[in-house]
């Protein structure tokens, strides 16, 4: 079975914080991806990866980062929390680009910002 | 630029009955995937069904099935003769199939309650 994991499933951090996500896969998958999701707006792509040390921007960026050192591990960081970034955060991992497969996910971290 | 639309947030649908869940979408691109999820209250996301956009056949899967209806652009989700583990949050998706990464583009969401 495809497995991926995060480091955390709930988690209360203090405005100005660095956090750190952490998401691994077991099937070798060349893609990866983090999420985040909110009411009524589903899932946000906020930055994949296609290759180990490489990263690409998804649609709302701005305020995270993210580091590919392994292939297997994916990590989002929030350099310096805010509430606005109170929220669910999925990781994904997938085996190609392109056809039917499908993207396999994380259990997903709540992340809470005083 | 793509776009998926859920316009149905929340729907019930009584036990053992059949329920479609509508998703539209937009695209320029004339080579793309459809894909549904479902996101139990425990948030892990499941995959349930996929459709090309070359497919000459809508796709099923068990109890799932996809309307796909390409000049209209639609792709909904039907499930038939519920049950009560039905009950989740159902999520259209859509890449295109030359994209870089594969990324997905999701929709809103439906929250679907199956009555016992």
């Known amino acids: 079975d495809v497995k991926v994991t995060q480091s955390s499933r709930y988690l209360v951090k203090r405005t100005g914080e660095k956090v750190f996500l952490e998401c691994v896969q077991d099937m070798d998958h060349e893609n990866m991806f983090w999420y985040r999701q909110d009411p009524g707006l589903g899932l946000r792509l906020i930055y994949f990866s296609y290759d180990v040390k490489m990263k690409e921007k998804g649609d709302i960026p701005e305020g995270y980062s993210v580091s590919r050192e392994k292939k297997e591990r994916f990590s989002l960081i929030l350099e310096s929390a805010s509430t606005n970034q109170t929220s669910m955060y999925l990781c994904a991992s997938s085996p190609t680009t392109t056809g039917r497969d499908e993207q396999f996910f994380g259990p997903g971290t709540r992340l809470t910002v005083l | 630029a793509q776009k998926i639309t859920q316009t149905q947030p929340g729907m019930f649908v009584q036990e053992k009955e059949a329920v479609t869940l509508d998703c539209t979408y937009d695209t320029s691109d004339p080579s793309y995937g459809l894909f549904w999820y479902k996101q139990p209250s425990s948030g892990e996301m499941i995959f349930l069904i996929y459709?090309?956009?070359?497919?000459?056949q809508n796709a099923t899967e068990g109890r799932y099935s996809l309307n796909f209806q390409k000049a209209r652009k639609s792709a909904n989700l039907v499930i038939s003769a519920s049950q009560l583990g039905d009950s989740a949050m159902y999520f259209c998706a859509m890449r295109a199939l030359r994209n870089q990464g594969g990324k997905l583009i999701f929709g809103q969401g439906t929250e679907l309650s199956v009555k016992p």
């Open positions: 459709q090309g956009s070359y497919d000459q």
